[in-house]
């Protein structure tokens, strides 16, 4: 906070030198004693201005290197273009920019979505016309992509820019990526983990998974692996892959509830195909959970608390990953590019919602938090 009339003043000025590039992004300041004297004012009056204009995201302050102006566009705002490539239903779009929005307006940083569409249609010499421009500082590459590579651009890594790429399917990385760039990931196989140690705590040995939605990604192999590791049955007609024109209501999952043993709990890959799963298994007269219990997979708790019976989701930190990608962005935006670091790898953890879908006592409905 500036107290003092002094300080506001002083604010004010230093503001304005920015605004005007008398100190244009990505300089560093004067030292303090040279630029207190310049402004006429003590060290430790500056000391409260450069705290002020760092906590709005005006200058970044580097432990051993100095004080440097952050890039930003006339309204004094960091502005960061985020490219969705693959985006499969409003729901997850929304619920992850809702979290990148909100941690970037915090840091007084602007986030401008591009739709895959238009993304697509983009040509590379429009793209780079963007940030050569300097109305952008950063990327943010998003793609939900489940079954194959998405086709990386080479434009992507001739931008030499900050940039921050999320891969839903964690064992996707491509190689085509700029050296100064940050790979975020969710955990998948340790998705479906969570969940059969959910079921497993819960009494449940048999399970059947259907590899729809989000477990496209992970091999039915592996699947089976991960049953074994979490001490469950490890039939493979359990492992149930529906076909592309009928997902979910397939043949071999109604053989399987129908058979003389059939799986007390399901694992599904997204929050849809379990809504699909619950109207299956009315018709069939099997309640959920009082002889199914029913798991989504790689979904956000929105919207789940709205089944009847509520449902239970494994799903990966939004808010960890909006956190990670504006760290790393700003850092590196005025990090000078020879000194920023080089290619790294996050994977985001996994959480535990357990709701009623899973538990036999109607009664109970919890929200635990498990950190995988």
Request: charge should be negative; hydrophobic fraction near 45%.
């Given at each position: 906070m500036l107290t003092t009339t002094k300080r506001k003043a002083v604010y004010n000025k230093l503001k304005k030198a920015l605004a005007e590039g008398i100190y244009p992004p990505g300089s560093r300041l004067p030292n303090e004693p040279e630029l207190a004297e310049k402004l006429g004012i003590s060290r430790l009056t500056l000391r409260h201005v450069l705290a002020q204009l760092e906590t709005e995201n005006f200058l970044a302050r580097i432990k051993g290197q100095g004080t440097f102006v952050k890039n930003s566009g006339s309204d004094g705002k960091v502005r960061i273009l985020v490219v969705m490539a693959n985006i499969?239903?409003?729901?997850?779009?929304?619920?992850?920019?809702?979290?990148?929005?909100?941690?970037?307006?915090?840091?007084?940083?602007?986030?401008?979505?591009?739709?895959p569409a238009i993304a697509r249609n983009l040509s590379d010499h429009e793209i780079e016309a963007l940030f050569s421009s300097g109305r952008f500082k950063g990327l943010i590459y998003i793609s939900f992509n489940l079954d194959a590579p998405d086709e990386m651009r080479p434009v992507w890594k001739k931008l030499n820019i900050p940039a921050v790429f999320f891969f839903f399917n964690s064992s996707f990385t491509p190689a085509a990526l700029p050296q100064e760039s940050l790979v975020i990931n969710c955990d998948v196989p340790g998705m479906i983990r969570e969940a059969l140690i959910c079921l497993r705590n819960r009494g449940?040995?048999?399970?059947?998974?259907?590899l729809n939605g989000n477990l496209n990604t992970v091999a039915p192999e592996k699947v089976s692996k991960l049953l074994e590791e979490c001490g469950m049955e490890k039939e493979e007609k359990l492992i149930v892959s529906g076909s592309k024109e009928n997902p979910q209501y397939c043949v071999p999952l109604i053989e399987l509830l129908r058979s003389g043993a059939p799986p007390t709990a399901i694992c599904c890959g997204s929050s849809v195909a379990a809504l699909q799963l619950y109207h299956l298994l009315n018709s069939l007269n099997i309640p959920v959970p009082g002889k199914t219990a029913v798991i989504a997979v790689g979904q956000t708790p929105l919207g789940a608390g709205l089944f009847t019976p509520s449902l239970t989701t494994v799903f990966c930190q939004w808010h960890e990953f909006a956190v990670e990608a504006w760290q790393y962005l700003l850092e590196a935006i005025v990090t000078p590019e020879k000194e920023r670091p080089h290619k790294k790898r996050i994977i985001l953890k996994n959480y535990l919602f357990e709701r009623e879908s899973t538990v036999n006592e109607t009664s109970v409905s919890t929200h635990q938090k498990v950190t995988v």
């Open positions: 499969p239903n409003f729901i997850q779009e929304a619920t992850l920019l809702n979290e990148l929005y909100k941690v970037g307006e915090a840091q007084n940083a602007l986030l401008e979505p591009v739709e449940h040995r048999k399970a059947a998974l259907l």
